[in-house]
């Protein structure tokens, strides 16, 4: 007993399973998460420092190399680079494969100590790269004074939104901190016979908690406990502290100071720092949505409250409303595709039965894919909805061809169950073909390693996914709906073939008559193909589309080396800049070190006065104006994804001094390569340094070492933390000198003691001018400058060429060595991986239809379907202006798949027919005119599942309507090809096997005919 006759057999049990699939599909859509993208860990962990404004060598030297030298210790750790700014270091660590969450968490307890035992550090950061942020809704406190809008955020925003069963946490950037400040006054410290160390260590003593043991012979043995902490700036004030003219209080021989501290929030609103910016991040139970629900209640609630007064707090972005916008867009095209499907088929079957059929079987193949997503622990995300968006249009093709092959055997006069039974039977294997052939077209993207990969491989489970549900669903659910409800009136049995059908049959008849006309045929649409190939030029083009939204992203990349004043300034100039453009509403800059990240919101859709498309490139074209009067090297698109230097040659060395000659050098031989262009080095603007240089005899003479004065330096020059008070915030506690030191005869004034009593410093001190990097960089803890180039008028390969003859030939010393890297070496291992990918792909069709069709030349008839394709591909975005983009070319791969579909649909029932003894020429007409409708039905219905995304509106338009675009234009214009050129190139295959067989026959006769007259001679 076959499987459907068993299905067929236990109708119960496939209705109570069709219940059960809608019962724990409508659970499962409830229990997805909604998210911007799936939670990807990636195996890399990014170390931050701030360290104020301490110099790059310093960084280097005190905060750079001991991280270094921890992560060089660490177990898992791959390699690591560094680059180290004025009062900033970066350090990122790569991490062996499939350990990054077990590595990062001993990355993150090794350095998190060093914040507090290295001065001038004021915090270090670690976190692992991950596509799930940490922080997923934002707002802002601004048009205040700052001391009134950093108690609400502490008072009220952090403890009522932590308090939300939502909320994880509530993190501010830009708070005012406050320091306590202690500045020694220095001739109240002479008069007294006391110095500032003896001080310090009196006020580290005095802030103490200890306890002394237990009372045992006092009633309840009480713990006898010592409690001189320090809570306020009036404690500290009232320290004693011992002198030679007896117990003084501190404040007379110091000032003390409650004092915001001057650090860089590292956050601009409108190019003002006077600006608090509130994240908020949420538990991992509920979604962004319902945590965007709650905070925006509670927020409603501290409004009504009136506790907001003085200042304003509003949202700035919150990714659960683009999550809420994607899903929603895709339930109305999933929607509304599924009207359109049920339309065409009723236009095709004129019956209202088989129409029901399919339309329980559209939403019972989706229930049972969210199924799927939520036993695979998946996400309602941009990826997945992506990938639905791609099911939508196939989700019904099986089950049209079944319902449709079951419909004519009904036609042709057989009865319920034998129509049902034999109706499968001839197209169940071109469906199963169909569903293989679009599977393993993503098969092969698994092996497309690193951050890629893993983002591919969801979309290709979860398009995967969507189409085995719509199988399961069209072999189980069809058959059994079929079999008695599907009925057919008198004048639909026995029924006469439509004109249309009739009219191709003659056509295709006309076609394999002559073989002038079928290969004149193939050679026309030859022609097509080469002669699109030409238009490709004229297609616009980008990496990735924009995402219109009245919201935009930008990155501004920084020249190496700029200071945070520099930074303070371009940010300054970026508001300049955003307040000319129409429509920007607000924007806010993020230092990133590296690069400053702005924000910009822009007025609604409403009030708008321009396209967005015309602001972004308005304020593209303003913020690269600044490059002319500031240390910007280039301002980009995020979602354009900048490309980096194409050639970078790497010095790696111990001495800067010898890294820097090496790296000019090398700078002057690239610039001889023609097409070598805007040459630079990674060392960036050199800044002038003063370095002190010591007098040795002097000092041996007068008896004074390098640390008496080291020691007299530090104390004129840098504030030393020594403690925090025991307060709310812990604020930190700091010994600051008293004057402030800035040219350098003050330096050369300075008094200090030696044995013959107090002489100036100049007479042991003297300063010379050296150029110190904006930048260094480590690989691996070792120095390293990048030697970096861009590429004009010339291509990547033979300018590598020229670059692999220099780097052979120069003259590089001991204890340096010299490696060509850059986004050349990668690009070509990229391109190398999507044309094995794209090999593996094809080779796979190619195969699973070769065992479909027990024959090695029929795949290859199917398969001539392929390249046409990209004809119909270029005509529909030549002609709608859609951009070809990474979003498109998913739609390319999906297309392969889908336009081989009805070609195998057509080869198949060929094939059948030519078993049954029907010539070639008869089998692919009949084939055709039975395979016609299905084919045409199956198109449209994908047309139009695919058609509101292709004219959709709204933050995924832009991402849909291209993807959408390619398939509806390769899928129609391979139509034509399948109904046309496919019976050619049948008839062009059996034509070429006939002339082969003839030749093999003719040699075969005349050796049999040399053989019969040797035997006769």
Sequence with gaps: MSMIEFILRRKIAVGLLVVFVFMIGFYSLNKLDQELMPPIAFDMTIVQVDAGEMPVLDVEDKVTKPIEQILSGI?????????????????????????????????????????????????????????????????????????????????????????????????????????????FKGNELTDAGVDSQQIIQTIQQSNLITSFGELSEEVNEPTLRWNTSLINVEDIKEILVPTSSGVKELSELADVELKVRETSSGVWKDGSQDVVMVQIGRVSEVTQIEMAEAVRAEVEKIREEGL??????????????????????????????????????????????????????????????????????????????????????????????????????????????????????EVASAVFASMLTTIVVFLPIGLLGGEAGKFMIILSVVVIVTLVSSVVVSFTLIPSLSENFLKLTKSQQNKKESKIILSYGRFIKWLTDKKRRRYGVIFLFFLMFVGSLALVTKVPMTIMPDMYNRYSEIMVTLDKGVTPDQKNEIAEAIHSKLVEIPDVKEGFVLDQIEFMFVLINMTPEEEATLEQKEVNEQILKGLLELK??????????????????????????????????????????????????????????????????????????????????????????????????????????????????????????????????????????????????????????????????NIENRDLGSVNRDVQEIVENFDIPDGYTITVG?????????????????????????????VQFNHLLHPIIVMTIIPMTFTGVILGLLLTQRELSIMSGMGVIMLIGIVLNNAILLIDRAKQLRAENYGVGEAMVEAGMNRIRPIFMTTLTTVGGMLPLAISTGAASNYQAPLATVIIAGLLFSTLITLVLIPSVYMLFHDLGIGIRKVFKRKRNNGTEISSAEKAG
């Design 75 to 183: 177990d898992g750790v791959d390699s690591h680079t560094s680059a180290t700014y004025v009062g900033k270091s970066s350090i990122t660590v790569l991490i062996e494969e499939g350990r990054g969450d077990e590595v990062h968490k001993n990355i993150e307890a090794a350095v998190a100590p060093l914040s507090t035992q290295i001065p001038g550090v004021q915090y270090i950061n670690s976190f692992q790269m991950t596509t799930r942020q940490e922080y997923e809704f934002y707002m802002d406190i601004f048009n205040g004074d700052m001391e009134d809008i950093s108690a609400f955020a502490k008072n009220v925003v952090e403890p009522r939104l932590e308090a939300l069963p939502e909320v994880r946490d509530v993190k501010f950037d830009g708070l005012e901190e406050n320091e306590v400040v202690i500045q």
């Design 308 to 425: 907001i007064s003085g200042f304003e707090f509003e949202e700035i972005v919150a990714q659960a409303d683009y999550v809420s916008e994607a899903v929603n867009g895709v339930s109305s095209n999933i929607l509304i595709g599924g009207l359109l499907a049920i339309v065409v088929l009723f236009l095709f079957l004129r019956n209202v039965r088989a129409t029901m059929i399919i339309g329980i079987s559209i939403p019972l193949s989706i229930l049972l894919t969210f199924a799927s997503m939520w036993i695979l622990e998946y996400s309602l995300n941009m990826l997945s909805l992506i990938a639905l968006g791609l099911g939508i249009g196939m989700m019904v093709d099986a089950s049209i061809v079944i319902l449709e092959s079951i419909y004519r055997k009904k036609e042709q006069g057989l009865n319920n169950r034998e129509a049902v039974l034999i109706g499968v039977k």
């Design 628 to 789: 002319e009067d500031y240390p910007v090297m280039d301002v980009t698109s995020v979602m354009s994804a900048g490309a980096s230097y194409p050639v970078q040659i790497e010095l790696s060395g111990d001495e800067l001094d010898g890294l820097t000659s090496l790296s000019s050098d090398l700078v002057k031989d690239l610039n001889g390569i023609d097409g070598i262009i805007g040459t630079t080095t990674s060392l960036g603007t050199l800044m002038d340094e003063e370095l002190i240089v010591l007098n040795d005899a002097a000092m041996n003479k007068d008896g004074i070492t390098p640390l008496q004065i080291l020691g007299q330096l530090n104390n004129l020059t840098s504030s030393v933390p020594i403690g925090s008070l025991q307060d709310e915030g812990v604020t930190p506690i700091l010994v600051a000198p008293d004057e402030v030191i800035t040219n350098k005869n003050q330096i050369l004034e300075l008094e200090v003691t030696t044995q013959d009593g107090l002489k100036d410093l100049s007479n042991y001190v003297t300063f010379e001018q050296v150029k110190a990097p904006g930048q260094i960089d480590h690989k691996d803890g070792e120095r390293v400058v990048k030697v970096l180039a």
């Design 822 to 850: 850059g986004s050349l070496e990668q690009q070509q291992e990229a391109i190398q991986d999507m044309l094995v990918i794209l090999a593996i792909a094809i080779f796979l069709v190619y195969v699973v239809m070769a």
